[in-house]
């Protein structure tokens, strides 16, 4: 067949996914591949077993359009008792599939030609293109190495009678920074009496290091009652391949969402949403997920003391930044590729989140692997 030279797109810049690109590049070079951010380890046998038992009671058809009710609540529960504040599990809490989904959803729905909307760089490769689908205008606010805060000062200025949503991070993707109860303050001062929507992407939430405190929107009654939250089930329980996500927000956004949940996905997994419905009734499965990830974050810097390369302990999610300026002058994109294909250890260049060429030396490695795997990714680190 035939097919047209050029066509028309509504995304000109959009190429294949970084994440796609690395991990394939590391499968034909046979590389460890510490780019995409999976887990190397087993699942749980009993959340196995849990959805095991629900395909064999029946429920492999639809599950309700905004999710299994029985998640739904259970949902709410947890987020009562973590933050104190009670969302609807009726109209103000909907089941996706991942967040990604959950997060097209959002901004699809509420954006509009024309809308301004504020994302902090280097941010996660999804917001800009939803964005643009919708007709709206990124303005990017970018975060300055090497410890990624945010200057207050500097975002108030970005913000303009067109500013729709304002899209936060925490803790951070690909950075692993976390955002303070001090930060969510400002951005709550900052936001009040405007129309502007918060979109809080905290898929991260459980994967939190150091004696910090996951500072959700919802711990933050004002700037809740505009705020989206977007959270993933996979990330929290080692299954990014089920796509289990969620959204919290006030029953009036979340009949907005719902109207283009409904005609993407119209509705997640349901055998998998019953059974996580029953696993989140002991928090243990959930709130000792940090202090895994931080040994295993722990385990992997030490195995780097003496490295060529420079090391800033990660606060949060299972991502590590090394800052390989003592080694090349070589761009990101450039070193990644090379090290993949020579050293056989594949990892994701920090550039490729910005808006604009930025070249700050640093990789991220994904640490969400067994100790083996980490064991050989440092055996490897240290030969560069």
């Not at 609540?73 to 989904?101: C, K, W």
């Not at 410890?147 to 108030?156: R, S």
């Not at 709550?188 to 500072?215: A, C, M, N, P």
Request: aromatic share 10%.
């Amino acid at each position: 067949m035939k097919y047209p030279e050029t066509i028309s797109t509504k995304l000109p810049k959009v190429e294949t996914s970084i994440f796609t690109v690395m991990s394939a590049l590391a499968h034909q070079e046979k590389a460890l591949n510490l780019s995409q951010g999976f887990p190397d380890f087993e699942v749980d046998p009993q959340l196995i077993s849990l959805v095991h038992e629900n395909m064999l009671a029946g429920h492999n058809q639809y599950a309700p359009m905004a999710g299994a009710m029985a998640l739904r609540e259970q949902m709410a529960t947890i987020t009562e008792e973590r933050f104190s504040l009670s969302y609807n599990p009726d109209n103000e809490i909907t089941i996706t599939a991942g967040a990604t989904q959950a997060i097209y959803s959002a901004i699809t729905s509420l954006v509009k030609e024309g809308d301004e909307v504020i994302i902090f760089t280097p941010a996660y490769d999804c917001y800009q293109p939803a964005i643009e689908l919708s007709g709206g205008k990124v303005i990017f606010m970018q975060l300055k190495p090497p410890y990624y805060g945010v200057d207050w000062e500097e975002f108030k200025r970005l913000i303009t009678r067109r500013t729709r949503m304002i899209i936060i991070n925490t803790p951070h993707n690909p950075t692993g920074t976390v955002m303070s109860a001090e930060d969510m303050h400002k951005l709550e001062q900052i936001t009040r009496d405007k129309d502007i929507i918060v979109l809080s992407d905290e898929v991260y939430e459980h994967i939190v290091f150091d004696g910090y405190e996951h500072q959700s929107v919802a711990r933050f009654p004002k700037l809740a009652e505009r705020s989206i939250i977007i959270g993933s089930f996979g990330k929290t329980f080692h299954t990014t391949g089920w796509k289990m996500g969620y959204v919290l927000a006030p029953s009036n956004i979340t009949k907005e969402i719902r109207k283009v949940h409904q005609y993407t996905v119209f509705a997640a997994n349901h055998p998998v949403q019953l059974a996580l419905a029953e696993y989140l009734k002991t928090p243990e499965h959930y709130t000792g997920v940090s202090a895994m990830y931080e040994e295993k974050r722990n385990y992997f810097n030490k195995a780097l003391e003496g490295s060529n390369f420079i090391v800033r302990p990660s606060a949060g999610t299972y991502f590590q930044l090394l800052d390989y300026s003592k080694i090349s002058e070589e761009k990101d994109t450039d070193f990644s590729i090379r090290l993949t294909k020579e050293y056989k250890i594949a990892s994701i260049p920090i550039s490729v989140f910005y808006h604009a060429p930025d070249q700050n030396n640093v990789l991220r490695f994904c640490f969400a692997k067994s100790l083996e795997t980490l064991d050989k990714a440092a055996e490897i680190l240290h030969k560069i």
